[in-house]
């Protein structure tokens, strides 16, 4: 929906000028797809998705009011192929709403917890089920326990178990029982509510940070807010059978068709699909191209520049070559 048609088009130059040799697959989703067809997510979509090595997702519009029939198609992605890692880096970047010494990755479990909308409303109640796993909260946790071993080694475990005794405890001793596996790493223990508040005191001290849906979903975007904000912001789905990458920032249809979208996040998220392939070297070429026109421009009018899509795409890839 949206600025996603033309953010990731951008990415997909940018993939092609690393001169690797990709074959793309272009599928609809979101809800204009919904309007004209009467589902978020064909079934041409889904084989294009289980048929492709990665996916590059665009931004989605989601409607203002309550639609029968309509599903948010990341969700359900999420959920037919088991994407059960989301992986939020936030870096400092050379922009002047960057916080400096910034280097951390936020690692969210992305099947469970309030997020299996099984809620309903009873008079004038409401009520929600939080479904929290064993087997979901240690594969979660042994993902970014491989995450730290590859980065500063430092895990930190973030949770309200003092509050939520069953479902945080649970998933509390699950990660710590994985974590003892890598004797390799520190690991730390931070309440939920502490950790919103360091990420703004010192978020320069975390390194790889897992936890549940709902918390993941807040503090990744807020430790995205210290690095640029969420127009910069890449992410990643990933399961053992399919893995989807895509900008976090939405659809923004005030500025759709008018050619001025920050293809940015969409692009710096074509990196991490390189490096989810092995092309570790490829992945860094790309972030470091970024970075360039970031520091020198052209920049689009959210940057405070001038520039079109097309010609900050350009750019970035001249840095690349």
Not at 100 to 111: A, H, S, Y
Not at 130 to 149: D, F, G, H, K, L
Not at 160 to 179: D, I, M, S
Not at 273 to 298: C, I, K, N, W
């Amino acid at each position: 929906d949206g600025i996603g048609q033309e953010v990731i088009p951008a990415a997909a130059q940018v993939l092609q000028a690393t001169g690797m040799p990709f074959t793309f697959t272009q599928a609809d989703a979101g809800f204009e797809t919904f309007q004209r067809t009467g589902t978020a997510l064909p079934q041409a979509t889904l084989a294009a998705v289980q048929a492709a090595d990665t996916t590059l997702f665009g931004a989605v519009s989601s409607p203002s009011q309550k639609t029968p029939g309509y599903q948010s198609p990341i969700l359900a992605l999420r959920q037919t192929f088991d994407l059960y890692a989301n992986l939020r880096p936030a870096r400092t970047l050379p922009v002047p709403t960057s916080r400096p010494g910034i280097d951390l990755l936020m690692v969210r479990e992305n099947t469970e917890d309030l997020y299996v909308r099984r809620e309903r409303r009873e008079g004038d109640r409401a009520i929600a089920e939080r479904i929290i796993t064993r087997q979901a909260s240690e594969r979660i946790t042994r993902v970014a326990c491989q995450q730290a071993r590859k980065r500063r080694r430092h895990l930190t475990i973030v949770h309200k178990a003092n509050v939520l005794a069953e479902t945080c405890g649970l998933f509390r001793e699950a990660a710590l029982a994985v974590a003892a596996h890598y004797p390799e790493l520190t690991v730390q223990e931070v309440l939920v509510d502490t950790m919103a508040m360091r990420l703004v005191r010192d978020p320069e001290s975390f390194d790889v940070i897992v936890t549940t849906n709902l918390f993941g979903d807040i503090l990744s975007d807020e430790a995205a807010g210290l690095v640029g904000g969420l127009g910069l912001a890449p992410s990643a789905n990933i399961g053992e059978r399919a893995a989807v990458f895509e900008p976090v920032h939405g659809s923004a249809p005030d500025i759709a068709g008018k050619g001025i979208a920050n293809p940015m996040a969409a692009i710096l998220a074509a990196a991490m699909l390189l490096d989810h392939l092995g092309e570790a070297e490829a992945a860094q070429a790309v972030t470091q191209a970024v970075e360039t026109v970031l520091r020198q421009g052209p920049h689009t009018p959210d940057l405070g520049g001038q520039a079109t899509t097309t010609q900050v795409t350009q750019a970035i890839i001249q840095a690349l070559h």
